[in-house]
Antibody, heavy 128, light 112 residues
């Protein structure tokens, strides 16, 4: 059974950077079977996909966050990470890691373009 | 603002059937990208209900079914139960100006 768990700070000051790590158990990232994503959900809002990473370090980001986001993978620890810089209060959200994503073009997607399972999430508050 | 539009709320009595629509356009569902559905209970992460338009993951009751046509999709819950009262989201890929995976606006199901 695949499980994901997010870790990182719960409180970050505005203008600072946020770094989160997702630890995966039950599946090896370097098996290459899936892409791995970060998704956030602001209070009372719909989920927002942030980006995905493949074990080869191939990444794709939501254009709305691309300029401030960076994902990395550590296959030796079976973890992948997200850094978002220049935080504002609008970045306050529940951040989830999830298995899923893939390269999409011309009406079809390579990989598993759905998200399952998800981690339990980590609430990040941006405040001074 | 999501490119996938869902009704804010639907309701039904126990045992009835409710349907949730997900309306997109030619840059997402109409372009051929699959639709997936999630259930989100309060205070928890979304849970996958349907993938690739019509497929149920192991463990999801067959009361949940989905379909897809042209630029829209729908989720049906038959034999509505009290535990089904929560939020539901559709999800697909949008190839428009801001190409990315996108979630619908969300629908709250109320069991009367």
């Amino acid at each position: 059974q695949v499980q994901l768990r997010e870790s990182g700070p719960g409180l970050v000051e505005p203008s600072q950077s946020l770094s989160l790590t997702c630890t995966v158990s039950g599946e090896s990232l370097n098996s290459g079977r899936h892409y791995w994503s970060w998704i956030r959900q602001r209070p009372g809002k719909v989920p927002e996909w942030i980006g995905y990473i493949f074990y080869t370090e191939t990444t794709e980001y939501n254009p709305s966050l691309k300029s401030r986001s960076l994902m990395s993978v550590d296959t030796s620890r079976n973890q992948f990470s997200l850094t978002i810089k220049s935080l504002t209060v609008a970045d306050t959200a529940m951040y989830y890691c999830a298995r899923g994503g893939g390269y999409c073009s011309a009406g079809s997607c390579y990989g598993s373009p759905w998200f399952d399972p998800w981690g339990q999430g980590i609430l990040v508050t941006v405040s001074s | 603002q999501s490119v996938l539009t869902q009704p804010p709320s639907v309701s039904g009595a126990p045992g009835q059937t409710v349907t949730i629509s997900c309306t997109g356009d030619m840059s997402n569902i109409g372009a051929g990208y699959d639709v997936n559905w999630y259930q989100q209970l309060p205070g928890t992460a979304p849970k996958l209900l349907i993938y690739r338009n019509t497929n149920r993951p192991s463990g999801v009751p067959d009361r949940f079914s989905a379909s897809r046509s042209d630029t829209s999709a729908s989720l049906a819950i038959t034999g509505l139960q009290a535990e089904d009262e929560t939020d539901y989201y559709c999800q697909s890929y949008d190839s428009g100006l801001s190409a990315s995976f996108v979630f619908g606006t969300g629908t709250t199901v109320t069991v009367l």
